[in-house]
């Protein structure tokens, strides 16, 4: 199989929900020179984000989304293990990321694609889970001493949430403490700036060099 067609198959696998013929694929992309990295970006995070809105948008539903992400992650693993085994030093993370989903929302797909673009990006990642009370981002940061703070709402009627975040910081002092990313299907740039977050990323493979800038430009 060529190399494209192996890309594809990978995608099709997580797409009919089939965890064996994902890690299959996964393992046939390395043995063909695939990069690791490559693929989660370029093909297991895009087809995520996809199955994602389908959810949203009720065309699929919770069995389909959980086996779907079953597959992605029986992938994932066969990937992140490869960079682990082929990394001969460990290299210093790039910085300390507490994210969650927001106060009210029960979605995780997309957070946790955002995390794993995280880790395989460098970064040392707090996960909080879902349903996350918004005092609990900051507490959890101050304990860790995070550099950022990630913010994922996937539902409309959820985005205050991240809005209260900001607020709370704000009201405590400490908002110049923390870069505050902001994600999720109903978010958007404008949400963004008008909240007072320091970024935010249309898809996921985008979060790990955006978080690495704007952790650069706090620092100056």
Known sequence: MTMESLYESLKR??????????????????????????????VLGPTMEQIGEKFNRM???????????????????IL?????????EKPKAKGKVVIGTVHGDIHEIGKDIVKLMLEVSGFEVFDLGKDVPSMQ???????VGADVIALSALMTTTMGSQKE???????????????????GAPTTVTW??????DGWA???GEVGKLTAKLIEERAK
């Open 59 to 77: 065309e699929i539903f919770l069995p389909e989304l959980m086996v779907a992400a079953q597959a992605m992650q029986a992938a994932t693993s």
């Open 137 to 143: 981002f900051i507490e959890k940061a101050e304990e």
């Open 202 to 204: 249309e898809t996921a």
């Open 165 to 183: 975040v900001i607020e709370l910081l704000e009201a405590l002092d400490k908002r110049k403490n923390y870069v505050v990313i902001i994600g």
């Open 13 to 42: 696998s997580v797409e009919e929900y089939e965890p064996d013929k994902a890690k299959k694929f996964a393992k046939e992309l390395l043995n063909a020179g695939a990069d690791s990295l490559t693929v989660i970006n370029e």
């Open 80 to 88: 992140t293990e490869h960079i682990k085994e082929t990394t001969t």
């Open 192 to 197: 963004q700036k008008e909240i007072g977050a």
